[in-house]
């Protein structure tokens, strides 16, 4: 395999084209609906990609927020490159590196997606050349931009899709290696990297969705394909290895057909509702119920190759499913998988005749209420059949869950780009990068190094600290007198899995002051270290004081003699419990003395009075225990 990747990183600074702040807010004041078309780029040349999404036809919605203005909205011209964020990006391409531009240009990139409103999105190259090293190896970076993300997609549904302009115009840094990247576990480990040097600047955003990698991917005798917009870095390896195993079918599939010496599917598309009013239960005999049709096309060449080699492997007839599924139908069927979905083999018999097949000749069916939608959706499947014949197409996928992904659109080229005439060039100064270079935080590395010889830190735990860019506040949280395993475990532990959780209104970074009023009633006993995750709810979701969150958690401690108390009355309740299994007891008592202290002491303390408990129970002829 051959792979770069670039990586995307929110920056923590107001939007790069208007003095907005960059936040993410459920609060709407109002809504604009639009259309967009694709436009021609500098060299008058249709983009591939433009030119498919506004073919969809679809029309936008988008939500204005407190963090928008009319620079979002496409109806005020944009404001000055924002400075702070350029030199955020110049100082990103100094650490790795590059060789910053005599002249910063901002370009319009077509993107008719809807997810910005003026059909574009502006970006400028900053810097190129640069390099990290991973593994003692040197992955090359080709390119470091400063661009506007994206609107946060809200809603999707019959023709419309809705947007929030929260994110709209957030700054983003896009660090593009060279396609060096040679293994599954590279990609991952050349992602950590870039993603630790990018959060040792402090001044990025934290939190889900700040940080996204587009993986590009080919191997030998395919084609370059993107997977767009990964979040997760641990499912990096996972959607390589997937990649890998879906160009490698391809490229068996292509092998075979030319074989098969087989022609590109050109149709027609053929009615075959008649042939199929007995069928007893799924799509088809739903469709004809609902007074639609079933319509079919022939694929020749294609049998016995629309299926997986392999369970759960990859398949060309997911391939030509995910191409139909845009034109509005919910899915295929075809030959290599049926009889099955209420059709029976007397079924694919008459298909077959009406159909003129050969024996190697396969079919794929269609079922909508709509005849016009099924013509689209077999007529798109004919396309992608017959792309099948050169092997893999360039494509832009999305991430699904579990390392899986899914075709998008076309692979997106230079034709959607042509220059900003709103905003002016930038040329930094020999001075400006003297200074910048001067103000260099420390590498990764060198922090690296420092938190393992001042605090006696292991390997696995200082890369935890950097991967989550949790540096820098555990060192100041430390010097406010807290004990390093007691922040460890906040910063890299209950701080992650808590902000981890779905919520419908997002939550921001806690201060450096609200975890040290954290530890600190933790330290005096307010409440036990089980007790982090309800006293976080309580603070960052509700907006309480740390006390106030204490005391509507119910997590007001137990006095010594009050959990002593509890677990004799456990230990009566149980009874039969611990005399039948003696010592075994302890896990599930131990079970039901947690769930009534809920975080009122700690655990540790618990274990050991129900422990002593029991002993006295069941006395020195029960033996040891």
């Known amino acids: 395999m051959k792979a770069g990747l670039e990586i995307h990183q929110q920056l923590a600074t107001r939007k790069l084209f208007c003095p907005c702040p960059s936040e993410l807010t459920e609060e709407v004041r109002g809504t604009v609906r639009r259309r967009l078309r694709a436009t021609e780029g500098e060299e008058h040349a249709l ?62 990139k077509l993107v008719v997606d809807g997810s910005n409103t003026a059909g574009f999105q502006r970006t400028a190259l900053i810097a190129v050349g640069g390099w990290v090293e991973v593994g003692g190896r040197r992955i090359s970076i080709e390119t470091i931009c400063l661009e506007e993300d994206a609107a946060r997609k809200v809603s999707e549904a ?25 293994s599954p576990e590279e990609v991952q480990q050349v992602a950590l990297a870039i993603g630790t040097l990018l959060r040792s600047t402090r001044h990025v955003r934290r939190g889900i969705g700040t940080i996204r990698e587009d993986v590009n991917l ?94 759960g492997g990859p398949r060309l007839g997911r391939e030509l499913a995910d191409y139909a599924r845009i034109t ?77 992904s899914r075709y998008s659109r076309p692979l997106p080229g230079r034709d959607r780009m042509y220059p900003e005439t709103d905003v002016p060039p930038v040329r930094p100064t020999p001075e400006h990068l003297a200074r910048l270079r001067e103000q260099l935080p420390e590498r990764p590395e060198e922090i690296r190094q420092r938190l393992r010889d001042q605090y006696s830190l292991d390997d696995a735990v ?46 921001g970074e806690p201060s450096e002051a609200v975890l040290d009023a954290i530890l600190r009633a933790l330290a005096s006993g307010q409440f036990a270290k089980e007790g982090v995750a309800p006293v976080l709810e309580g603070v960052l979701a509700l907006g309480r004081s740390v006390d106030d969150a204490v005391r509507s958690a119910g997590l007001a401690p137990f006095s010594r003699p009050e959990l002593e108390a509890l677990v004799e009355s456990v230990l009566d309740r149980n009874e039969a419990l611990w005399r039948s299994r003696g010592a075994a007891a302890l896990s599930p008592l131990m079970g039901d003395v947690m769930r009534e202290v809920r975080g009122r002491r700690d655990g540790k303390e618990v274990a050991e009075v129900l422990r002593l408990a029991l002993e006295r129970r069941r006395g020195p002829s029960d033996g040891p225990t």
């Open 47 to 108: 983009d591939a990609a433009a030119a498919f999404e506004s073919a969809l036809g679809l029309s936008f919605v988008y939500e204005v927020v407190p963090s928008s203005c009319l620079v979002d909205l496409d109806e005020e011209p944009p404001h000055a490159l924002n400075g702070e964020a350029l030199d955020v990006a110049l100082t990103v391409a100094l650490l790795l590196h590059a060789t910053p531009l005599d002249e910063i240009l901002v370009m319009r």
């Open 218 to 311: 080919s191997i030998e005798g395919g084609t370059r394909i993107e997977l767009k917009g990964v979040q997760e870095l641990g499912l990096l390896p996972a959607y390589a290895r997937h990649e890998i195993a879906r160009q490698e079918m391809l490229l068996r599939v292509k092998q075979e057909l030319h074989h098969r010496e087989a022609v590109p599917p050109s149709g027609p598309v053929t009615d075959v509702s008649d042939l199929l009013r007995d069928a007893g239960t799924g799509v088809v005999a739903s469709a004809l119920k609902h007074d639609g049709a079933v319509w079919a096309v022939a694929l020749p060449g294609f049998r016995g190759l629309l299926s997986a080699v392999e369970e």
């Open 328 to 404: 509005g139908v919910r899915g295929i069927l075809h030959s290599d998988e049926l009889p099955g979905q209420g059709l029976d083999a007397g079924h694919l018999e008459k298909l077959r005749h009406r159909l003129a097949l050969r024996p190697d000749d396969a079919f794929v069916l269609v079922a909508h209420s709509d005849a016009g939608t099924a013509k689209a959706a077999l007529e798109a499947v004919l396309r992608r059949a017959a792309l099948a014949l050169t092997g893999v197409p360039p494509e832009t996928r999305d991430p699904l869950p579990e390392g899986l």
């Open 462 to 507: 200082v890369s935890l600290l950097l991967q989550e860019g949790e540096a820098d506040r555990f060192e100041a949280l430390v010097r406010r007198g807290h004990p390093a395993p007691r922040v460890l475990r906040l910063l890299t532990h209950d701080l992650p899995a808590f902000l981890a959780v779905p919520r419908a209104e997002p939550l």
């Open 158 to 182: 019959g023709g419309e899709v809705r947007y929030r302009l929260d994110r709209l115009g957030i700054p983003l840094v896009e660090v593009a290696t060279g396609p060096d990247l040679r």
